[in-house]
């Protein structure tokens, strides 16, 4: 047994070089190595070194764990488990964590393989063509793993340095993006259903930290469609960190619209509605854009001339990447990043109660702005904002802010 000083266990995360043009580089490592510490907190330590990310790991964390870290952090392109033994070491140790590395790989479905080995130690009693035939023949041996030198699913990397010896296996697809935080801070529009957490997660991989918002709309929405933007809201903190959920009372504009606005238009003027007082909301979260799950066409209030009369009211860049995803596109990724289970709960939102039976699909904006004529907007919105709640959300954990926690 090899005394646990002798041999490191790391995971090595790459990012691409791409997004480092110039001055980025240094904030784009210092929030991805923050994202990565925050979800490993005490089990591992995390540096940035030639350009990569390295997760070195406590005695006894492990390595998957931090192999999921890092692919659940936006900027990583790839996560490769490695390990790093201290000469003089064993030919026999070296082939065993090999083994070990291939083993994982075998988990995640690799078939075939090659050992690429280095030597940097010329002095070394193998050379790297030797190294390839023992190491591969003791990998195919222990496994059943094909070896493969021209399509292999996986290149086990050996490096014999003069000091240690440095083995490291697959290498796992991470998300991409930009860290989180790089690109500043954005409100999410969260209803609830299918589409707006995969909004949110799209630009949150582009660098936005997340806030949130909920138009809630009780009684005539139950507590079950406010527990599913809850659950809706910690799934995406497992990409995105930490993300502060705005819950505002939304019953008495619904109500309001209902009586004061002609049923056609009604659709337009709530979200109008929403998109004020999602403004409000981030201009106390420091936030730069909104964010909606708009997917230009998939109903009445997502044509252009709709989207073109809810747009107006924002002042901040309204961001909706789903614009032009169709809804097979939106369910596959809603199941990969595991909201999908959470959206198709059956409790509607606010909308759905409160929609007209024949929406004006073409509105023009001078036609939703008369339609809100009658409505006392200022005194709606003070009134919804000073009822809401506000809540901050981990993947284990969901707290009331109190109002001093919010800045
Ligand atoms: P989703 O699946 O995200 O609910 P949708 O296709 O049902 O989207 P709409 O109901 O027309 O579309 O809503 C369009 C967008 O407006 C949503 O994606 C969301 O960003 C926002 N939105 C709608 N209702 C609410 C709500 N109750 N609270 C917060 N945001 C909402
Ligand atoms: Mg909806």
Not at 193 to 218: E, M, N, Q
């Amino acid at each position: 047994m090899v005394p646990l000083s002798t041999r490191e266990e790391l995971v090595i995360g790459r990012y691409a070089e791409i997004a480092l043009k110039g001055g980025n580089r240094r904030p784009f490592e210092r929030a991805l190595v923050r994202r990565v510490k925050d979800q490993l907190g005490e089990r591992a330590r995390v540096e940035v070194s030639g350009g990569r990310v390295l997760v070195h790991l406590v005695p006894g964390a492990a390595l998957s764990d931090a192999t999921l870290a890092l692919c659940r952090s936006f900027g990583v392109v790839s996560a490769q488990p490695a390990v790093r033994l201290l000469r003089p070491v064993e030919m026999s140790e070296v082939a065993s964590e090999v083994i070990a590395l291939a083993q994982q790989a075998i988990q995640r479905g690799a078939s075939s393989f090659k050992v690429a080995a280095r030597r940097a130690d010329k002095g070394f009693f193998l050379n790297s063509l030797e190294l390839n035939r023992v190491l591969g023949a003791a990998v195919a041996e222990a496994t059943g793993l094909r070896v493969d030198v021209h399509h292999s699913d996986l290149e086990l990397e050996v490096d014999v340095r003069p000091d240690a010896v440095f083995l490291a296996g697959v290498r796992v697809a991470g998300p991409g993006g930009l860290p989180t935080g790089v690109s500043g801070r954005a409100v999410a529009l969260l209803s609830g259903g299918i589409d707006s957490p995969v909004a949110a997660y799209l630009a949150a991989k582009r660098g936005l930290a997340l806030s949130a918002v909920y138009f809630h709309t009780f009684p005539y929405t139950g507590e079950g469609a406010r527990q599913k933007v809850y659950d809706l809201c910690r799934r995406l903190t497992v990409y995105a960190g930490p993300v502060r959920l705005w819950v505002v009372h939304f019953t008495e504009i619904q109500e309001a619209i209902a009586e004061l606005v002609p049923e056609p238009m009604r659709t337009v003027v709530a979200r109008r509605m929403m998109v004020r007082l999602a403004e409000e909301v981030a201009r106390r979260e420091h936030a730069g854009a909104l964010i909606t799950g708009d997917s230009l066409g998939q109903v009445a209030s997502q044509t252009l001339e709709a989207l073109s009369a809810i747009g107006e009211i924002s002042t901040l860049p309204l961001l909706r990447p789903l614009v032009a995803w169709d809804k097979t596109e939106i369910v596959s990724l809603a199941r990969r990043i595991d909201t999908y289970s959470v959206s198709i709960r059956p409790f509607d939102d606010c909308c759905v109660l409160f929609a007209p039976q024949h929406p004006r699909t073409r509105p023009t904006r001078a036609e939703a702005a008369r339609a809100e004529e009658r409505l006392d907007i200022k005194t709606l919105m003070a009134s919804a904002l000073r009822k809401s709640e506000r809540l901050r959300a981990t993947p284990g954990s969901l707290e009331p802010l109190t109002l001093q926690d919010v800045r």
